[in-house]
């Protein structure tokens, strides 16, 4: 497959100046959970976006923004990241011959994360302070230098997310029922929404999905209807975020879509997490909250039966194994002999 900026041309902002930037992006695979299928009486898929060359959904957005960076004529860029945003745009500009500065919230990324970021050459500034702090750093600093802003409030990152709605109609013929997806910053729902409608617009589909976005209970300012969760905390790193940029555009993509907000918990995530990897497929806490949300509103019966649903699964789980590692009973060394091999796995 081409990248996205070839793939979806006709439908993104890319000009004869615009570099087609590409690293073999997007056409992530949509896979059928049986189980969960059962479990929640309907028939889901999930959108692994694991799969992307840095491991999230967030290569989508970031190959446009890069792209109308270079574009411009800028040599730098800059983001804040929960993790995932960094690796993505650390990748991009170098492949893209541009410096990259990022800035983290000190202590709370991924380890995985952060080796991406270092291994493909961004300049990292670890900061005392949340990610809140960090995007309004960043937004302050590109304001000021000739920096090109590359988090999600650049326009073009939704732009570059909004493919993998298309994605899922090219290959289910239409959109599903219900959208599924973990909500952080809020960009992701508001671009999936902005897809389906130009989708629809284009005549490539009819009925819209009811989008269901989930935060995490310590950082869900838009669930608990209030505009910022002042000290934001989940395991789940990569929603822990307390004011939604694209907070506007998400409610709107709800309202619109005859959709709903709701939160779960910590271990509401982590349950999902198992679920997901007991269908064959390793995603990072945060992914999970799509998953854990509609097992939630199933169990309260407020999710209807018989839906197409499709879950999205933002970042790989090899991101951050100690999640996975944390909840489970580490290996035990035995003796290397058949007896006592033998005996262990009774
Ligand atoms: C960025 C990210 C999110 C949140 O997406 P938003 O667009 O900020 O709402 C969720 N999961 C993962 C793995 C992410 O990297």
Same mark, same amino acid.
């Given at each position: 497959?081409?990248?996205?900026?070839?793939?979806?041309?006709?439908?993104?902002?890319?000009?004869?100046?615009?570099?087609?930037?590409?690293? !073999?992006?997007?056409?992530?695979?949509?896979?059928?959970?049986?189980?969960?299928?059962?479990?929640?009486?309907?028939?889901?898929?999930?959108?692994?976006?694991?799969?992307?060359?840095?491991?999230?959904?967030?290569?989508?957005?970031?190959?446009?923004?890069?792209?109308?960076?270079?574009?411009? =004529?800028? +040599?730098?860029?800059?983001? *804040?990241?929960? =993790?995932?945003?960094?690796?993505?745009?650390?990748?991009?500009?170098?492949?893209?011959?541009?410096?990259? $500065?990022?800035?983290?919230?000190?202590?709370?990324?991924?380890?995985?994360?952060?080796?991406?970021?270092?291994?493909?050459?961004?300049?990292?500034? *670890?900061?005392?302070?949340?990610?809140?702090? %960090?995007?309004?750093?960043?937004?302050? $600093? !590109?304001?000021?230098?000739?920096?090109?802003?590359?988090?999600?409030?650049?326009?073009?990152?939704?732009?570059?997310?909004?493919?993998? %709605?298309?994605?899922?109609?090219?290959?289910?013929?239409?959109?599903? +029922?219900?959208? *599924?997806?973990?909500?952080?910053?809020?960009?992701? $729902?508001?671009?999936?929404?902005?897809?389906?409608?130009?989708?629809?617009?284009?005549?490539?589909?009819?009925?819209?999905?009811?989008?269901? =976005?989930?935060?995490?209970? =310590?950082?869900?300012?838009?669930?608990?209807?209030?505009?910022?969760?002042?000290?934001?905390?989940?395991?789940?790193?990569?929603?822990? $975020?307390?004011?939604?940029?694209?907070?506007?555009?998400?409610?709107? *993509?709800?309202?619109?879509?005859?959709?709903?907000? +709701?939160?779960?918990?910590?271990?509401?995530?982590?349950?999902?997490?198992?679920?997901?990897?007991?269908?064959?497929?390793?995603?990072?806490?945060?992914?999970?909250? !799509?998953?854990?949300?509609?097992?939630?509103?199933?169990?309260?019966?407020?999710?209807?039966?018989?839906?197409?649903?499709?879950?999205?699964?933002?970042?790989?789980?090899?991101? +951050?194994?100690?999640?996975?590692?944390?909840?489970?009973?580490?290996?035990?060394?035995?003796?290397?002999?058949?007896?006592?091999?033998?005996?262990?796995?009774?």
């Amino acid at each position: 497959m081409p990248g996205l900026l070839e793939r979806y041309r006709p439908y993104l902002p890319v000009t004869d100046r615009t570099p087609l930037l590409s690293l !073999s992006e997007g056409s992530t695979p949509l896979i059928h959970a049986p189980r969960l299928s059962e479990r929640l009486g309907g028939e889901v898929h999930l959108k692994y976006e694991g799969l992307n060359p840095t491991g999230s959904f967030k290569d989508r957005g970031m190959v446009m923004a890069v792209a109308k960076a270079v574009e411009a =004529g800028a +040599d730098t860029v800059i983001c *804040a990241s929960t =993790g995932n945003t960094s690796a993505a745009a650390a990748a991009y500009a170098t492949r893209a011959g541009l410096r990259c $500065i990022v800035l983290i919230p000190d202590g709370n990324i991924a380890l995985g994360k952060l080796a991406q970021a270092v291994a493909y050459g961004a300049q990292i500034v *670890a900061i005392q302070g949340n990610f809140d702090v %960090a995007l309004d750093l960043v937004r302050e $600093i !590109s304001a000021q230098q000739p920096i090109a802003l590359v988090n999600s409030v650049n326009p073009h990152r939704l732009q570059g997310q909004k493919t993998a %709605a298309f994605e899922i109609v090219d290959e289910l013929g239409a959109a599903p +029922d219900i959208l *599924a997806i973990p909500v952080g910053n809020a960009g992701n $729902i508001s671009a999936y929404w902005m897809g389906f409608r130009e989708y629809r617009s284009a005549g490539k589909m009819t009925a819209l999905p009811r989008m269901y =976005g989930f935060q995490a209970a =310590g950082a869900a300012p838009l669930a608990r209807g209030v505009e910022r969760v002042e000290n934001p905390e989940t395991l789940a790193t990569a929603i822990r $975020i307390g004011a939604p940029a694209s907070a506007h555009l998400a409610k709107a *993509a709800v309202q619109e879509s005859g959709g709903l907000f +709701d939160m779960v918990t910590d271990d509401e995530i982590m349950e999902a997490y198992q679920l997901v990897a007991s269908e064959g497929v390793f995603c990072e806490p945060a992914s999970a909250a !799509s998953v854990a949300g509609l097992i939630k509103r199933h169990a309260a019966g407020q999710l209807p039966a018989g839906q197409r649903i499709v879950a999205v699964l933002t970042g790989n789980g090899l991101k +951050d194994p100690g999640s996975a590692m944390r909840h489970v009973a580490p290996p035990v060394a035995v003796e290397a002999s058949m007896d006592r091999v033998l005996e262990s796995i009774r």
